[in-house]
């Protein structure tokens, strides 16, 4: 069980201030009755209606972050500001980054409290598939498909088979299915190149949201959360 309000707060209708005010205002109704008390206790088999909309309440939440630059994927850090402080309406509820963006990269971040989930998403026998729009500096060469599709000695690994697509004027596209520290920094370093630009546009067949700006976040749909769980896991 679970109290009315937190409950709500969780579920994104608002701070804790805002729900309880939502409640004591007779907006709120369970199991059919209007509920004025916001320390009424919850759980997954009540039906509870907030301005006639049926609310499901999922002990899990997914989140997609268009992650600016200056901000780091972790849940706590001494100096700099962290992912989850661009988060609001889901505090306490245990959110984490699915694995890291470095700081100066942009764009798609997954946020969840499905540590299950994370954790095959991260596991690198899955493949799970992200995709990076980049600018570089440096020399394109022809070759740099090839390369990095045979993979690249990076540190004390040799990557796997990656993808890239050149989009001309220094500006390419890259897949890659690890999550190696710098990877993608690294690799470009390795044919001469410095990135000077990474966006990450792709996880898990799930593409970064154009509406989202900067720092902007929203649920998952239903059929996004379904690709993340996909198929790749049980084959
Ligand atoms: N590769 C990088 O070099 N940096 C990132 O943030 C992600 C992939």
């Known amino acids: 069980m679970i109290r009315l309000d937190k409950m709500l707060a969780h579920m994104g209708y608002g701070s804790r201030k805002d729900v309880k005010e939502l409640i004591r205002k007779g907006y709120v109704s369970v199991d059919g009755e209007i509920i004025k008390s916001d320390d009424t206790k919850v759980d997954e088999n009540s039906e509870i209606v907030i301005f006639d909309e ?4 999922d002990k899990y939440v997914y989140l997609m972050l268009n992650k600016p630059d200056g901000y780091i994927s972790a849940t706590y850090d001494n100096n700099l ?10 505090e306490s509820r245990g959110l984490f980054p699915v ?15 499905d540590g299950m989930l994370a ?16 600018r570089y500096d440096g020399k394109y060469s022809e070759s740099f498909a090839d ?18 697509e050149d989009l001309g004027n220094n500006e390419a596209y890259m897949s890659i299915c ?3 520290y710098h990877q993608v920094k690294k ?5 001469g190149c410095t990135v000077t630009y990474l966006e990450r546009i792709e996880f898990g067949g799930i593409k970064l949201d154009n509406n989202l700006k900067r720092g902007e976040f929203r649920s998952l749909s ?7 769980r996909g198929d790749y896991f049980d084959k």
Not at 81 to 90: A, F, K, M, Q, S
């Open 119 to 134: 954790h095959r998403l991260l596991s690198p026998k899955n493949h799970v598939m992200k995709k990076y729009y980049l």
């Open 222 to 228: 239903e059929e996004e959360i379904k690709m993340l």
């Open 187 to 191: 690799m470009m370093e390795y044919v």
């Open 178 to 180: 690890e999550g190696k």
């Open 147 to 164: 390369i990095f599709k045979k993979g690249v000695k990076i540190d004390d690994y040799i990557t796997k088979e990656a993808i890239f």
């Open 99 to 113: 694995g890291r963006l470095d700081i100066d990269t942009f764009g798609l971040l997954i946020l969840t409290n």
């Open 81 to 90: 500001p962290t992912v989850l402080d661009l988060i609001y309406g889901y």
């Open 54 to 57: 049926v609310v499901k309440y």
